[in-house]
């Protein structure tokens, strides 16, 4: 009987040695196909370089210098958003690295608001407050930096956006200056604060947030989405950490959202955006936690076969949109014409939605026609040999009416061509609909991604933080990069 389970044991070991092979081989030639930005022709590069620049002046033409706060959207008056904050203060190291701002413009910037974040009130009031145990309201007044209003809630996932910016500024500050040293001892003091513990009313999981009138917010970080980063930060703090339960209990869920879309297997998540938030930080190249082990894949090759179903969705069309094919594609959250239901030129009626989480995956299929950029954008470090053409594309069909001074409106839909007068943006007759403005959460991927892509900076900075390093490590993951010494 022994030797009978010994020979089980045996084969079941031989057949996850040959599934982690065939998983490899797979990711390599994976590897292999993303073609680097200098193989591309050099319109195109021209064409990235373009929308790179223009989307970091997006970030830095829209914060307010006093305090760092940045509109959740822009041009035009906002509300601040943290998570907007958090991409910014990343996009500040990349237009330094970049030569569009000086490295004393990008620290005078970053000090001035993450003193603003260390000084902000936390209490439990419902208007006097900025955040509360260290985490931050989702939107913020623009100048007061107080909580907006009493329907925004205390995030957890936004405050991590914010956090992330946070550490990066940490890391990517290194000089023996007065003022680079204040950086790094203000991001050590905001990260620490963040009592994570407190945000688990149903631990091991993380709430994702908090109302003074209503509480906790009946609903828990469960993957697979954007969430991840959530965890990682959770685990790696050295004030308030999580139980490594945690991250299986994150995981737990995945089992139902692995599976095959449009002729890609992968770990579903029907927006873009939850296989780019994280992403846009963490360098997940050939790094596993023991999900990504027993499947021989990553979470970069995750992100690089969602965006091929989502552009082999666009080709299938089965809404019958306009515009919709090879180059022309991208569903996530985003803006929209509005809350509408119209009948179209060619007899049809459809409804179509302002601002919400459009998507096609095996977890749900979000889609009024409405194509978002950033959906194809903040994809480019996966598959650039699929998004850059798509970019290009969008680019030379509807011209000024999608890009202009700061790179790609938020999103289009060439399907509700109306003589209607929309609920937001406007209607170019002949081309479709069309936003007038830009998001922060949308633009971040684009610019982050752009620039990872390029040159792996903010990957390569991160990599430093030993709190993103510890989060992984608790998390699970090993391998790569997070087993070879800090470079």
Same mark, same amino acid.
């Given at each position: 009987?022994?030797?009978?389970?010994?020979?089980?044991?045996?084969?079941?070991?031989?057949?996850?040695?040959?599934?982690?092979?065939? @998983?490899?081989?797979?990711?390599?030639?994976?590897?292999?196909?993303?073609?680097?930005?200098?193989?591309?022709?050099?319109?195109?590069?021209?064409?990235?370089?373009?929308?790179?620049?223009? +989307?970091?002046?997006?970030?830095?033409?829209?914060?307010?210098?006093?305090?760092?706060?940045?509109?959740?959207? %822009?041009?035009?008056?906002?509300?601040?958003?943290? =998570?907007?904050?958090?991409?910014?203060?990343?996009?500040?190291?990349?237009?330094?690295? &970049?030569?569009?701002?000086?490295?004393?413009?990008?620290?005078?910037? +970053?000090?001035?608001?993450?003193?603003?974040?260390?000084? =902000?009130?936390?209490?439990?009031?419902?208007?006097?407050?900025?955040?509360?145990?260290?985490?931050?309201?989702?939107?913020? /007044?623009?100048?007061?930096?107080?909580?907006?209003?009493? !329907?925004?809630?205390?995030?957890?996932?936004?405050?991590? !956006?914010?956090?992330? @910016?946070?550490?990066?500024?940490?890391?990517?500050?290194?000089?023996?200056?007065?003022?680079?040293?204040?950086?790094? +001892?203000?991001?050590?003091?905001?990260?620490?604060?963040?009592? !994570?513990? !407190?945000?688990?009313?149903?631990?091991?999981?993380?709430?994702?947030?908090?109302?003074?009138?209503?509480?906790?917010?009946?609903?828990?970080?469960?993957?697979?989405?954007?969430?991840?980063?959530?965890?990682?930060? =959770?685990?790696?703090?050295?004030?308030?950490?999580?139980?490594?339960?945690?991250?299986?209990?994150?995981?737990? +869920?995945?089992?139902?959202?692995?599976?095959?879309?449009?002729?890609?297997?992968?770990?579903?998540?029907?927006?873009?955006?939850?296989?780019?938030?994280?992403?846009?930080?963490?360098?997940?190249?050939?790094?596993?936690?023991?999900?990504?082990?027993?499947?021989?894949?990553?979470?970069?090759?995750?992100? &690089? &076969?969602?965006?091929?179903?989502?552009?082999?969705?666009?080709?299938?069309?089965?809404?019958?949109?306009?515009?919709?094919?090879?180059?022309?594609? @991208?569903?996530?959250?985003?803006?929209?014409?509005?809350?509408?239901?119209?009948?179209?030129?060619?007899?049809?009626?459809?409804?179509?939605?302002?601002?919400?989480?459009?998507? #096609?995956?095996?977890? %749900?299929?979000?889609?009024? @026609?409405?194509?978002?950029?950033?959906?194809?954008?903040?994809?480019?470090?996966?598959?650039?040999?699929?998004?850059?053409? #798509?970019?290009?594309?969008?680019?030379?069909?509807?011209?000024?009416?999608? %890009?202009?001074?700061?790179?790609?409106? /938020?999103?289009?839909?060439?399907?509700?061509?109306?003589?209607?007068?929309?609920?937001?943006?406007?209607?170019?007759?002949?081309?479709?609909?069309?936003?007038?403005?830009?998001?922060?959460?949308?633009?971040?991927?684009?610019?982050?991604?752009?620039?990872?892509?390029?040159? /792996?900076?903010?990957?390569?900075?991160?990599?430093?933080?030993?709190?993103?390093?510890?989060?992984?490590?608790?998390?699970?993951?090993?391998?790569?990069?997070?087993?070879?010494?800090?470079?």
């Amino acid at each position: 009987m022994t030797s009978r389970f010994a020979r089980i044991a045996a084969l079941k070991a031989l057949f996850a040695v040959l599934v982690a092979s065939i @998983g490899t081989v797979q990711l390599a030639d994976a590897r292999e196909a993303v073609r680097h930005f200098e193989s591309f022709s050099r319109p195109q590069q021209a064409m990235v370089e373009d929308l790179e620049r223009r +989307t970091f002046q997006w970030f830095w033409d829209g914060a307010n210098p006093a305090n760092g706060l940045i509109p959740d959207h %822009y041009p035009g008056p906002s509300f601040a958003s943290i =998570a907007s904050v958090g991409f910014g203060l990343t996009a500040y190291g990349i237009g330094v690295e &970049r030569g569009y701002i000086t490295r004393e413009q990008a620290v005078d910037r +970053t000090l001035a608001t993450l003193r603003f974040f260390a000084d =902000a009130p936390q209490n439990d009031s419902e208007d006097d407050a900025s955040g509360y145990h260290g985490f931050f309201y989702h939107f913020l /007044d623009m100048k007061t930096g107080k909580r907006f209003a009493r !329907w925004t809630e205390l995030s957890s996932v936004d405050t991590t !956006w914010l956090l992330s @910016g946070v550490l990066f500024a940490q890391s990517y500050y290194d000089r023996d200056t007065p003022k680079e040293k204040q950086i790094r +001892t203000l991001a050590d003091e905001i990260y620490k604060r963040v009592d !994570w513990t !407190w945000m688990q009313p149903r631990a091991p999981l993380v709430s994702m947030g908090w109302t003074p009138g209503g509480k906790f917010i009946d609903a828990d970080w469960k993957g697979y989405d954007e969430g991840m980063l959530v965890y990682i930060l =959770a685990l790696g703090s050295p004030a308030h950490p999580v139980s490594e339960k945690a991250w299986p209990a994150w995981t737990s +869920t995945y089992p139902a959202q692995w599976g095959n879309f449009q002729g890609q297997t992968f770990l579903n998540f029907a927006p873009l955006f939850g296989h780019q938030y994280s992403e846009a930080w963490v360098d997940f190249r050939g790094i596993r936690d023991a999900w990504s082990r027993e499947h021989g894949l990553d979470y970069v090759e995750n992100g &690089r &076969r969602a965006a091929y179903a989502q552009r082999a969705y666009a080709i299938a069309n089965p809404g019958h949109w306009k515009g919709y094919e090879a180059n022309v594609w @991208g569903l996530t959250a985003c803006n929209g014409p509005g809350d509408v239901t119209l009948k179209l030129p060619d007899g049809t009626q459809h409804t179509f939605d302002g601002y919400t989480a459009r998507g #096609a995956g095996l977890d %749900y299929v979000s889609d009024d @026609g409405t194509i978002a950029p950033t959906a194809a954008g903040g994809s480019i470090a996966f598959a650039p040999e699929i998004v850059v053409p #798509a970019l290009q594309a969008m680019k030379e069909r509807y011209g000024d009416a999608l %890009y202009g001074q700061y790179g790609f409106v /938020d999103a289009f839909n060439p399907s509700f061509d109306t003589d209607m007068s929309p609920k937001e943006g406007r209607v170019v007759r002949g081309k479709g609909w069309f936003d007038t403005l830009q998001i922060g959460i949308d633009q971040g991927p684009i610019v982050l991604m752009i620039e990872n892509w390029r040159s /792996d900076f903010v990957w390569k900075v991160m990599r430093r933080n030993p709190y993103i390093r510890k989060g992984l490590q608790r998390a699970g993951f090993t391998g790569g990069w997070l087993d070879q010494a800090v470079k």
